[in-house]
């Protein structure tokens, strides 16, 4: 057991050191958040299973708080209406279910901010493809080599691991310095 918690552990301080090399995506991405907020802009996140719940926990950090009593900025998570989602996957397939609603919700000057350790999910390559479309910022938190979704955002960090659970640590790690640098922006 103990040789799996530390494997554990050393897997994910590898995938998380990884990030370091970058810091100039990372920079950019927090420029282009903060932006978006200041102009009054929100932020809709997106993400399936453990991705989804990532998705969950940007917005729900950014409308409520995440360290500070700062105002509540907009985030809006696609993959938490499960109304939403059940009845876009019913009518028009699932691969829709988060580009239908950034048709209805993304404007210019929005940011979609995309959760996936693979890449591949069809249903956030349309949703890129449709924010793309509508003039809204785009933002890829990939792993795994970044699969079809690298290059088809506007930024993009791609986890050094071909680990599901450790490009998600990894992206808990990206959105918590994320939203430090927010919360600085937005101070109490």
Not at 26 to 42: E, M, N, P
Not at 124 to 136: E, M
């Amino acid at each position: 057991m103990d040789s799996i918690l530390s494997k554990s552990v050393a897997d994910s301080c590898a995938a998380v050191q990884s990030l370091l090399a970058q810091q100039v995506a990372f920079d950019k991405i927090a420029a282009a958040v903060v932006q978006a907020l200041r102009a009054g802009s929100k932020i809709l996140s997106c993400g399936n299973g453990g991705s989804a719940a990532d998705a969950m926990h940007l917005a729900e950090e950014l409308t409520g708080r995440y360290r500070s009593n700062r105002r509540s900025l907009p985030g809006v998570c696609l993959s938490a209406d499960a109304t939403a989602l059940t009845c876009i996957a019913n009518d028009f397939g699932f691969d829709e279910i988060f580009a239908r609603q950034v048709e209805g919700f993304g404007v210019t000057g929005d940011v979609l901010v995309c959760f996936s350790s693979s890449g591949n999910s069809p249903n956030i390559l349309r949703a890129l493809a449709v924010a793309r479309q509508r003039g809204v910022k785009t933002v890829a938190l990939l792993g795994k080599g970044g699969g079809k979704a690298k290059g088809k955002a506007d930024f993009e960090i791609i986890v050094d691991s071909a680990d599901s659970g450790r490009v998600q640590e990894a992206h808990t790690v990206i959105m918590h310095a994320l939203l430090e640098v927010v919360e600085r922006e937005f101070p109490a």
